[in-house]
């Protein structure tokens, strides 16, 4: 395993998202403080959808496509062409279904035409998705991190502007759209320099992908159903303002849930070799690493949140949101089981235990969506909270039993562990401290943990030093 290269590509990612998730913050700011509770409820229905469409259509392919080229003797230039003309192909046609029906909906009119205008750019979002993957493959990833970078900018420049004008929500659906649009185009230019890549069609590569792909892809529409239909439900019951203080606190969530699926995207090849391999042991090292690097960076975040959530809401979003900072320490505590579920769901593609998984997702996006019609016409955005975590951790543990039944994997404990009492001594430190500005409290949170878990030993200085040396 090339431990040193993957990690500096994961710090290269997470610096890369560090600036992207500050730029699509203040794009946040711009757009609550814009149109409010009512107008951002609008903008979070209408980009859900489109976030349904643009995973549905996925097929698993952009797993599929990393396992393909990682395969040794692969033919990366035939099958990146070939999986990249399937993608548009396939897109295009489902974008172009969803709209019709997004038409038949009984939202309002303004939801409806969002929709219509930002399919092109979920599209290409979902195109940008696949490939990703190329550049994880290949250790590269500052690459596919500036055409993310170009697209935050983008985006928040011409939301101010929107903003300004008081155009609404169409227009920064379709601002959002052209940016993703670009950046598509982008990492298409980027990526000629390890391949020749040229959307074709070609039939046999096809049929290989989707025969391998079909039950990711099943797997992906039972995982939407838990995932995201929380607020498509939400919105038939209570007022497009209700879906906005919602939309506000998931979005904080959604800050962080792309963490894992990077880093996931690196160690993927690795899994994939590995277990081709019969290489057991390397397997299951790297699914503990995975594990101990995750519990130390997420246990914190689920202490800290109750702390700083309302006055942070009011920050990021504005003081009409500030409900928002309630429902956010419980949609944070699905933070763990995203983030090993995110493990244990690539862990299940490098098994090739995808079919055998398939009744899991299936049982899990039967409990939430009866969960969800239950407790969100009783509890409006609370019980869709609470929903949320159940159905995370419902599938978080049957992937992990697949998982260790298959490989013989069991999770050791010890970093976790340091971890929890890192994180509990910054909440009692925390708690003792005045009352500060939520960014210098955060800031205080970060340091006290980090020596905390040093000291510990939960983290070792030496390890840090070697893998950020360039060899």
């Known amino acids: 395993m090339e431990t040193k290269a993957i990690a500096r590509n994961y710090l290269v990612q997470f610096g890369s998202r560090v600036v992207a998730v500050t730029l699509g913050l203040l794009t946040l700011a711009v757009m609550t403080?814009?149109?409010?509770?009512?107008?951002?409820g609008q903008?979070?229905?209408?980009?859900?959808?489109?976030?349904?469409?643009?995973?549905?259509?996925?097929?698993?392919?952009?797993?599929?496509?990393?396992?393909?080229?990682?395969?040794?003797?692969?033919?990366?230039?035939r099958i990146s062409s070939a999986l990249l003309g399937l993608r548009l192909l396939?897109?295009?046609?489902?974008?172009?279904?969803?709209?019709?029906?997004a038409f038949l909906t009984p939202y309002e009119l303004?939801?409806?035409?969002?929709?219509?205008?930002?399919?092109?750019?979920?599209?290409?979002?979902?195109?940008t998705g696949m490939l990703t993957g190329f550049f994880q493959k290949h250790l590269a990833m500052w690459r596919a991190a500036s055409a993310e970078i170009i697209n935050r900018?983008?985006?928040?420049?011409?939301?101010i502007l929107a903003a300004w004008a008081d155009y609404g929500v169409v227009a920064m659906?379709?601002?959002?759209?052209?940016?993703?649009?670009?950046?598509?185009?982008i990492l298409i230019v980027l990526a000629q320099r390890f391949v020749r890549l040229r959307p074709t069609i070609d039939v046999a590569i096809w049929k290989s992908a989707v025969s391998v792909s079909w039950p990711i892809g099943l797997s992906i529409f039972f995982n939407l159903l838990y995932l995201k239909s929380?607020?498509?439900?939400?919105?038939?019951?209570?007022?497009?303002?209700?879906?906005?203080?919602?939309?506000?606190?998931?979005?904080?969530?959604?800050?962080?849930?792309?963490?894992?699926?990077?880093?996931?995207?690196?160690?993927?090849?690795?899994?994939?070799?590995?277990?081709?391999?019969?290489?057991?042991?390397?397997?299951?090292?790297?699914?503990?690493?995975?594990?101990?690097?995750?519990?130390?960076a997420v246990l914190p975040i689920l202490f800290g949140t109750p702390l700083v959530a309302v006055p942070l809401m009011i920050l990021v979003a504005g003081g009409e949101f500030e409900r928002s900072g309630a429902v956010l320490p419980i949609l944070m505590l699905a933070m763990l089981p995203i983030f090993t579920g995110a493990m244990t769901g690539h862990a299940i593609v490098a098994l090739n235990k995808q079919r055998v998984m398939l009744w899991g997702y299936a049982f899990t996006a039967a409990v939430a969506l009866a969960g969800y019609f239950i407790f969100i016409p009783l509890f409006g955005i609370t019980g869709a909270a609470w929903m949320t975590v159940a159905s995370e951790i419902l599938i978080n543990t049957l992937t992990a039993f697949v998982v260790m039944r298959t490989s013989g994997w069991r999770p050791r404990l010890t970093i976790p562990a340091k971890a929890l009492i890192a994180s509990v001594l910054m909440t009692?430190?925390?708690?003792?401290?005045?009352?500060?500005?939520?960014?210098?409290?955060?800031?205080?949170?970060?340091?006290?943990y980090s020596a905390a878990i040093v000291a510990l030993g939960g983290i070792k200085l030496k390890l840090v030093q070697d893998l950020l040396e360039r060899r």
């Open 43 to 77: 903008f979070t229905t209408a980009v859900t959808y489109l976030q349904v469409v643009a995973v549905l259509v996925d097929l698993g392919l952009t797993l599929v496509f990393i396992q393909m080229i990682s395969t040794p003797g692969a033919d990366e230039d």
């Open 33 to 40: 403080r814009a149109l409010g509770d009512t107008g951002f």
């Open 173 to 185: 659906v379709s601002v959002i759209a052209f940016s993703n649009l670009v950046q598509m185009l």
């Open 110 to 127: 303004v939801i409806r035409l969002a929709i219509a205008v930002g399919a092109v750019g979920y599209l290409a979002l979902s195109t």
């Open 230 to 296: 929380d607020v498509l439900i939400l919105g038939l019951y209570y007022p497009q303002s209700e879906v906005g203080v919602y939309g506000a606190a998931y979005r904080v969530l959604d800050v962080f849930t792309a963490l894992p699926v990077m880093y996931m995207g690196l160690v993927l090849p690795h899994l994939v070799a590995s277990w081709a391999n019969r290489l057991k042991d390397e397997f299951n090292r790297t699914l503990q690493q995975t594990f101990d690097f995750f519990s130390v």
């Open 153 to 159: 900018v983008l985006t928040l420049i011409f939301i």
């Open 428 to 448: 009692l430190v925390l708690l003792a401290l005045p009352s500060l500005h939520v960014l210098i409290t955060i800031l205080l949170a970060a340091v006290f």
């Open 90 to 101: 396939s897109n295009a046609l489902v974008f172009a279904i969803a709209v019709f029906f």
